[in-house]
């Protein structure tokens, strides 16, 4: 037994036979003997206890860190398409052209229609209110 464990024991002993008095002396020393051995397994089991709850903190102490690596690595994953996607689009603008994209120009050129074609029901709406 280690010797943190060896000094629980008595401790522990010491604190049971305190409470205990007024024995002859053969039941006293069945007893003495008694108390020591049962506090020696609960100190054993206290130590198998605590060994096990240490082994399980590390367990998950691993499988968090397992867990953080791969969002880690996933992370990383995503930037690098997304790079990826950053210098193809940054050639396309280069070939393009006057380095605008392509999709740039069609998007910009659908607002300005969508503007148009709200600019032009606002005034028939106004042309049919003069008329009427």
């Known amino acids: 037994m ?4 060896k000094t629980l024991a008595n401790e522990l002993s010491a604190l049971i036979l305190g409470k205990l008095h007024g024995l002859n002396a053969k039941s006293a020393k069945k007893l003495v003997k008694a108390v020591d051995d049962s506090t020696k397994e609960i100190v054993k089991k ?3 206890l605590q060994k096990e709850e240490n082994d399980e903190k590390e367990k998950e102490a691993k499988k968090e860190a397992k867990k953080a690596k791969e969002k880690a690595e996933k992370i990383e994953k995503e930037n ?4 990826v996607k950053a210098a193809l689009a940054a050639k ?5 052209e006057g380095g605008e994209v392509v999709a740039e120009k069609k998007e910009k050129s659908s607002k ?4 148009e074609v709200a600019e032009s029901s606002k005034t028939s709406e106004i042309t049919e209110e003069v008329e009427a």
């Open 46 to 48: 206290y130590a198998k």
């Open 80 to 83: 690098a398409k997304a790079a």
């Open 92 to 96: 396309i603008a280069i070939v393009t």
């Open 112 to 115: 300005k229609k969508k503007a």
């Open 2 to 5: 280690k010797s943190n464990n």
